[in-house]
């Protein structure tokens, strides 16, 4: 019953960082999933695999792990490069440009 603490990544339709600054707690899988013979519907008899906890800060989730004595790994986040324009975003629409710029 090994649980996995990380930090979500952000959506890749997005640019907004909705929903990333919290932090998880998962239990990783005790036994594959299996298809259902009448429906093909995939199932699990694995409670654990339900479970997700949402906490403020990566020391939060280690401390519940740890006070309850559930064995965890920590996945650090590979933070993003910001991507800083010297004009922003106005600078797409500005009618001075060298070249020209095109869809």
């Known amino acids: 019953m090994l649980a996995r603490i990380y930090q979500p990544a952000r959506?890749?339709?997005t640019s907004g960082q909705a929903k990333t600054k919290t932090w998880v707690?998962?239990?990783s899988p005790e036994e594959a999933r299996g298809i259902d013979p009448l429906m093909g519907w995939t199932s699990s008899s694995d409670m654990n695999s339900q479970i997700r906890l949402m906490f403020e800060s990566k020391?939060?989730?280690v401390d519940y792990?740890?006070?309850?004595?559930?064995?965890f790994t920590v996945s650090d986040?590979?933070?993003r490069k910001q991507n800083l324009r010297s004009g922003g975003y106005g600078d797409n629409f500005a009618t001075?440009?060298?070249?020209?710029?095109?869809?």
């Open 96 to 103: 001075n440009r060298r070249a020209v710029w095109t869809h």
């Open 65 to 71: 792990a740890s006070s309850n004595g559930i064995p």
């Open 77 to 79: 986040p590979h933070k």
């Open 11 to 13: 959506n890749a339709m």
């Open 25 to 27: 707690l998962e239990f």
């Open 59 to 61: 020391e939060a989730a």
